[in-house]
Structures are given as C-alpha cells and as structure tokens.
C-alpha cells in the first residue's frame, strides 16, 4: 500500500515531468503529443516508473527511445523543479491502457446477448 508522501511524490513528480516535456525538451525527432500518464516511485523514492503515451507520426516506440535518450537530461531538471533529498532514477515505459480498453471496447460489442422471454424468470424462488 503506498502511503501519502508516495502518492503526493508521484502526483508531483507526474506534474513536473509533463511540463518539462512539454516546453522544454527540444528533440525535432519527436512528432507527437507525448503525455506522461501515470508515475510510481518505490518506497525508497531511489526509482520511479514513468508510463507516456503518445499521439502522432513518431511511433510509440520511437517516441519511448527518445524520451529514454533524454531520461538525463529529464532527472537533472526534475531535481532543479522539485526539491527531494535524492532525485529518483527515470524509467520509462509506454502506457498501453488506451489501446487496451479500444480493444477491450470492441470485443464488448461484438457480443451478442440472447435473452429468454421473462416468464421464464417466475421461478426464481420468491413466490409466496
């Protein structure tokens, strides 16, 4: 279970590295909206797992490779933004939630529902 601090850490750190990515990471190689869509930082706050996703030409793998290229340069302005005791080593994955609720979705209504006329439903065991 995490405690307070951790979900206050990951929300802030979530925040902050959304911005940084956002206006201040340059990278001409990166034509998509990237969004970092959830953080989770160990007990210890000495790693956080990052989860982006990403709209646009650049492939999600290509957009991950980059971000991960730039993971330095991301830490070192997160320690400048938020003031931790130790800035949590950044690993970066890719937030595959979107793609697999679509797919989740479509296989919903794909179903198809055979229904019985209701009286078939009297004997449920609840006539006096």
Do not use: C, H, W
Not at 90 to 115: A, C, G, P, R, V
């Amino acid at each position: 279970m995490k405690s307070v601090r951790q979900e206050r850490i990951n929300s802030e750190i979530k925040k902050t590295l959304a911005y940084i990515i956002d206006n201040e990471l340059r990278d001409p190689q990166i034509d998509a909206m990237v969004s970092v869509s959830d953080v989770e930082v160990t007990p210890d706050l000495a790693e956080a797992k990052v989860f982006i996703s990403s709209i646009g030409k650049t492939p999600k793998e290509e957009v991950l490779a980059r971000i991960k290229g730039a993971g330095g340069f991301l830490r070192r302005e997160l320690s400048k933004k938020i003031k931790l005791r130790v800035t949590p080593r950044l690993n970066f994955f890719l937030d595959n939630s979107m793609e697999y609720s679509n797919k989740i979705e479509s296989i919903l209504k794909n179903i198809t529902y055979t229904t019985k006329p209701d009286d078939d439903f009297e004997g449920s065991g609840n006539e006096k």
